[in-house]
């Protein structure tokens, strides 16, 4: 009957590009006997399919039950019309127009099947370092523009050979419209430099020649998806202590990649989440508990190290030809972006690394690895980039406008929004001199022409002087635009509200290291009546001085002795404290004048500066590294059988720490002193929720990175019924706080 057949048209949105969607589609159309064709386009796929109306609804269910696995829908649109006498089922060519809603996919590890084929001695990809499918490889970090085909990549340089073409345009095959698709013939290869510019080796003979290198102790700079890695032997402290020297990195510690979970398993302790997370198909960076199996320049007194496993092909050749795990960290000097470009690798990481292994699959975008730690039992991301980035966050609400929101400046990342979607972008770095200014106005000009996006809106930091919210002023003037100034902690809270779902008002609690505050003075320790019209300051640390402004950011014994003077007055002289004791007399002399009558002393309220002084006055750290440093440190002390915690008042809508720290100071239990200190603050926590009265409580800043900490307020506050909300999706520190930008200059009224 005639009557029955009709035509059903289809939209779908989200991840559906370079993942086989069109196949699986054409396949279901034939294996259903159903007629219409399927398209690309810069909108999302299109479908048309012809036949009677209840295997075009079948057709519809199976659509969405049996997409390919790194599919992701976010939209669908299906509408019922008159039928147009399709005689045939085919896959049409991709159209350039349209508005861009397409979610490039991030970069995937290698999958299963590729990954049998490569150690496959009978297979043509044998020992392939570029092998991939459309399940797996290369995306974020290969285009060039929308839509996702191969001219519009990197890897358009390459002319695929007829067994590679026959693959591509195959509907059957496993490689059909995989756009990177290449292999030994007909793909890129590996290139091997000595330090000096010098080809020595070319393709699998590269690979053995490196392996050999790296047995002999040398170190290597690697090009794998993002960017290059600094390679090498992560037993051998002799080597792991040079990089360091020659990387001007003294104790933030390195990532060590293992050629399987078996060798991972020999070195480190992972939990079972830590496990799945090691294996997903992101291939995060996950800080797992040490053995202390490696060499101790790994990560220089952390019982936790940064563990991962190989993701891209170049990385099982590599591992599996070592019976070592490799030191793999970002190819840059200390506080620069990451390499990416070959030339630059040879101008540049000769000076870092002595062999280069470069290929000639050009990098479009770089993209750090990105960065997980297991916090109150959940996953969170330390450092969001590659095989996250730049899958959008989804708002259950939709936006008033576009809006580019620039982040902050420390572990930067920015933010596209529009509608309900916000595109963070890849992990920028630390936005502090004029490389990583560079850097960060390339990537977002890059990302705003791959989505061919206009801002209505710029959002910023308030602190004027991050360099990020001076770029967005000077960015905004240029392009007539307005711009909005949202205070950090608040934009934290947004964020970790954004990424929850919430609407209605929450407490936030946002503590991180500094923030700007309203007053001009230095935030941190906040408690906030938070909704996405605006905040309110609840309460918060009582400020203390900082002696020495920024410097007492890198050294914790001048925060120590600024809260030793509050107590004690000039009688700290005579005090025997560590904090105390790492100065000269001279020095306190001068500090204490400082401190009384407050010559560059700023007002801080920041939590984070308070683990800063512990570690001080436990003699652990006085002068730190890295950001984040002694926080690190106390946490690896923390003891859960110690339940017991230090007094601390509250009065004025401010948290006295004097309390606190008086008897942190008399206690005579050393080892008790971390754990003590930690469960102090999350009874902080608690004892302000239950004032303030709110159900719900968002955590967020980066001193919310401490796992006993996070666990512990969530123990405290869920027995009292309280939901807790954490930061899954994007970083607690301020790598996720364009997120929260974005959400608060889309939603408002201007
Ligand atoms: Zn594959
Ligand atoms: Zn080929
Ligand atoms: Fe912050």
């Not at 991301?381 to 620039?406: C, D, E, H, N, Q």
């Not at 960060?440 to 910023?460: G, I, K, R, T």
């Amino acid at each position: 009957m005639l009557t029955d057949r009709m035509r059903l048209r289809i939209l779908v949105r989200g991840a559906v590009q370079g993942v086989g969607f069109r196949p699986f589609v054409y396949r279901l159309a034939k294996e259903m006997g159903l007629m219409g064709y399927v398209l690309n386009d810069t909108g999302g796929v299109e479908i048309e399919v012809e036949g009677e109306k209840e295997l075009l609804e079948e057709f519809f269910y199976r659509l969405t039950s049996e997409k390919p696995p790194l599919a992701r829908i976010h939209a669908i649109e299906s509408q019922f019309l008159e039928p147009v006498g399709y005689e045939d089922f085919t896959i049409k060519e991709s159209q350039g127009a349209g508005n861009k809603q397409v979610f490039i996919l991030p970069d995937m590890s290698v999958c299963e099947d590729c990954l049998k084929e490569l150690f496959d001695p009978s297979n043509r990809r044998y020992m392939y370092p570029f092998i991939n499918c459309t399940n797996c490889g290369p995306r974020f970090t290969i285009i060039e523009r929308l839509p996702y085909d191969r001219p519009n990549t990197t890897m358009k340089v390459f002319q695929m050979c007829p067994e590679c073409d026959k693959e591509y345009h195959d509907p059957k095959d496993r490689r059909f419209h995989a756009q990177p698709n290449a292999c030994p013939e007909c793909g890129p290869w590996l290139s091997l430099y000595s330090g000096k510019g010098e080809l020595l080796e070319e393709r699998n003979g590269a690979l053995e020649l490196v392996a050999e290198l790296l047995k002999e102790g040398h170190i290597l700079a690697v090009k794998g998806v993002g960017g290059f890695h600094l390679m090498c032997n992560a037993l051998e402290e002799r080597v792991v202590s040079l990089l360091r020297e020659r990387k001007r990195r003294k104790e933030k510690p390195f990532a060590v990649m293992f050629r399987n979970l078996e060798q991972l398993l020999e070195y480190a302790e992972p939990t079972s989440l830590e496990k799945a997370l090691l294996l997903s198909p992101e291939r995060p960076i996950v800080l797992v508990r040490s053995k202390e199996k490696l060499a101790p320049s790994v990560a220089p007194s952390l019982k936790r190290v940064g563990a991962f496993l190989p993701y891209s092909p170049i990385h099982y050749l590599l591992l599996n030809a070592l019976d070592f795990p490799l030191v793999a960290t970002s190819g840059n000097f200390s506080e620069e972006p990451i390499v990416k470009d070959n030339e630059e690798a040879l101008t540049k990481l000769n000076c870092l690394a002595d062999f280069i292994l470069a290929h000639n699959r050009d990098i479009k975008r770089r993209c750090d690895d990105s960065v997980v730690k297991v916090v109150g039992g959940f996953p969170l991301p330390v450092r969001r980039s590659r095989g996250y980035a730049p899958m959008p966050i989804t708002l259950p609400f939709k936006l008033r406008r576009k809006v580019l929101a620039v982040g902050g400046m420390l572990k930067n990342t920015f933010a596209l929004a529009f509608e309900d979607k916000v595109f963070i972008s890849q992990h920028v770095g630390d936005v502090e001199n004029l490389e990583t200014l560079r850097a960060f106005e390339q990537m977002v000009y890059d990302l705003m022409e791959l989505y061919e996006f206009e801002p209505e809106l710029v959002v910023c930091d308030m602190h004027p002087r991050y360099e990020t919210s001076r770029w967005a002023r000077h960015f905004a003037e240029e392009k007539g635009l307005k711009l909005m100034e949202v205070q950090h902690h608040f934009a934290h809270i947004l964020s970790c509200m954004a990424e929850n779902a919430l609407e209605a008002q929450v407490l936030g609690i946002a503590w991180d290291g500094t923030g700007y505050g309203e007053d001009g003075t230095l935030w941190g320790g906040e408690f906030l009546e938070v909704s996405y019209e605006g905040y309110k300051r609840l309460f918060h640390i009582k400020p203390f001085k900082l002696l020495g402004g920024e410097k007492a950011v890198k050294e914790p014994r001048r925060v120590a002795l600024s809260l030793i003077f509050e107590l004690y007055g000039d009688k700290a002289f005579e005090l025997e404290l560590p904090p105390v004791r790492a100065f000269s007399e001279r020095e306190l002399h001068n500090l204490y004048v400082a401190w009384k009558e407050g010559i560059n002393s700023p007002y801080s309220s920041s939590a984070g500066r308070l683990f800063d002084a512990v570690a001080s006055l436990l003699d652990i750290r006085h002068v730190i590294s890295y950001e984040g440093q002694s926080a690190m440190l106390l946490e690896d002390l923390y003891k859960p059988s110690v339940k017991d915690y230090y007094p601390f008042e509250v009065s004025n809508l401010q948290i006295d720490w004097r309390p606190t720290f008086e008897a942190l100071i008399k206690d005579r239990d050393k080892e008790g002193i971390p754990s003590r200190f930690i469960n102090t603050l999350a009874h902080v926590c608690a004892h302000v929720a239950k004032e303030a009265g709110m159900e719900r409580v968002c955590l967020s800043g980066g001193v919310f990175q401490n796992d006993p900490l996070v666990s512990k307020i969530k123990e405290l506050l869920e027995a009292e019924g309280f939901k807790v909300f954490l930061h899954q999706k994007v970083p607690t520190n301020d790598g996720g706080i364009c997120l929260g930008q974005a959400v608060y200059g889309g939603l408002k009224e201007v």
